[in-house]
Each structure stands twice: as C-alpha cells, then as structure tokens.
C-alpha cells in the first residue's frame, strides 16, 4: 500500500481571488510526494445556499458533482481561512448540502485542514470547528501535523500564487506527507 497511487481533492473556502488560502491550496499539487496528484474541487460560490425545499426538488448538479468528485478521491484537503471565530459561511453551507446527499461523500474520508491566516492564531478557531463538523460526518481527520500559517502575509505571495518562505514551503510538504500515509493506512484497513 506504501507505493499505491492517491488522489486527492482540495477544498477551497474562499471566494476571493487574493486570498492567502488560495495561494495555499494552488501551491499544494507541486509539494505533494511523489505518486499523490491534488485537484482542486469546483468553487464553494457555485452552491445555492442550502434549503431544504430545493433539496425536496432534487439535489442541484453542482452538490451532486463536487459529491462525486469526493467519493472518488483518496482523501480531501480542506484549505479556509478563519471568519469570526469560525469557517466561513460559503464553507458551512458545503457541508450542509454534501451532508445530505445519500452516502455522505464524507463518511470514512480521509480529511486535512488547512489555513492561513494575517493574524498571529493562523485559522486555529476554524480548524477547532471544522473538526466539530467533521466528527458528524464520520470523516477521518489528521490530527497532526496541522497546517496553521500564522502571519501569512509574510509568508506568501499572492501576486505570484506561491508560498515564499522557505519553512512554511517545508511544512506543508511534510504534512502532505503525512497525510498521504495517513491515508493510505485508512485504505488499508488500518
């Protein structure tokens, strides 16, 4: 199983084209090890906000395929910045709707989160709820080592799309790592 090709999914939760977290979750497929290719899911803006009565019409294409697109993938990164105190709404609304489908895309997956932050506790409050969410959706979440970038702003390089230091590169390179054995022991049985 160590050598078994992976696939996975990043999601993305952010709209804004100069987010630090986009930056982030772009840079992912040139540090991931060798043997693991990371896709970008489509946008969390192409969701209708959850309700209820157009789910009773039938779940909306986007749902159904950004669902898919889940089910098929070894694993998914979740990349988001923190707002107040918790994940954005555009995220939240994701989960809801991919929490209703039928065989939740979630249940048994393999997750990472991710964020980055300019302030000095990176995301570490959306990670902490992100997690609560998780644990419903019977996903399988990496403990450690988690990626908070504190001060992302001096970090990265929007106007570029790149992670510009040097360290930070190095750890995220270590937790796709890691996340890739994290999930193939999860493939494994174990």
Same mark, same amino acid.
């Given at each position: 199983?160590a050598?078994?090709?992976?696939?996975?999914? @990043?999601?993305?939760?952010?709209?804004?084209?100069?987010?630090?977290?986009?930056?982030? *979750?772009?840079?992912?497929?040139?540090? +991931?090890?060798?043997?693991?290719?990371?896709? +970008?899911? !489509? !946008?969390?803006g %192409?969701?209708?906000l959850?309700? *209820?009565?157009i789910? *009773?019409?039938?779940?909306?294409?986007?749902?159904?395929?950004?669902?898919? #697109?889940?089910?098929?993938? %070894?694993?998914?990164i979740?990349v @988001?910045p923190e707002?107040?105190?918790? /994940?954005?709404?555009?995220?939240?609304?994701?989960? %809801?709707?991919? =929490?209703?489908?039928?065989?939740t895309?979630?249940?048994?997956?393999? /997750? %990472?989160?991710? =964020?980055? =932050?300019?302030?000095?506790?990176?995301?570490?409050?959306?990670?902490?709820?992100?997690?609560? =969410?998780?644990?419903?959706?019977d +996903?399988l979440v990496?403990n &450690?080592?988690?990626?908070?970038?504190?001060?992302?702003?001096? &970090?990265?390089? /929007?106007?570029?799309? &790149?992670i510009?230091?040097? *360290?930070?590169r190095?750890?995220?390179?270590?937790?796709?790592?890691?996340? +890739?054995?994290? #999930?193939?022991?999860?493939?494994?049985?174990?």
């Amino acid at each position: 199983m160590a050598d078994q090709p992976l696939s996975f999914v @990043t999601m993305l939760g952010s709209l804004r084209k100069g987010s630090l977290n986009r930056v982030v *979750a772009k840079a992912l497929p040139a540090l +991931a090890p060798q043997g693991v290719k990371i896709t +970008a899911l !489509s !946008s969390l803006g %192409d969701l209708p906000l959850y309700n *209820a009565d157009i789910q *009773a019409e039938g779940f909306p294409p986007p749902v159904r395929q950004m669902g898919d #697109a889940i089910k098929q993938a %070894d694993g998914v990164i979740i990349v @988001t910045p923190e707002y107040n105190y918790s /994940v954005p709404g555009v995220l939240k609304n994701a989960i %809801d709707w991919l =929490s209703r489908l039928p065989d939740t895309p979630f249940a048994g997956k393999p /997750v %990472d989160i991710m =964020s980055a =932050s300019p302030s000095i506790l990176g995301g570490a409050r959306a990670h902490y709820h992100l997690r609560q =969410s998780m644990v419903f959706l019977d +996903a399988l979440v990496m403990n &450690k080592p988690e990626i908070i970038i504190t001060f992302a702003a001096q &970090k990265l390089d /929007v106007e570029n799309g &790149k992670i510009s230091d040097d *360290a930070t590169r190095e750890i995220v390179t270590k937790n796709l790592e890691a996340f +890739a054995a994290f #999930a193939r022991r999860q493939g494994s049985g174990g």
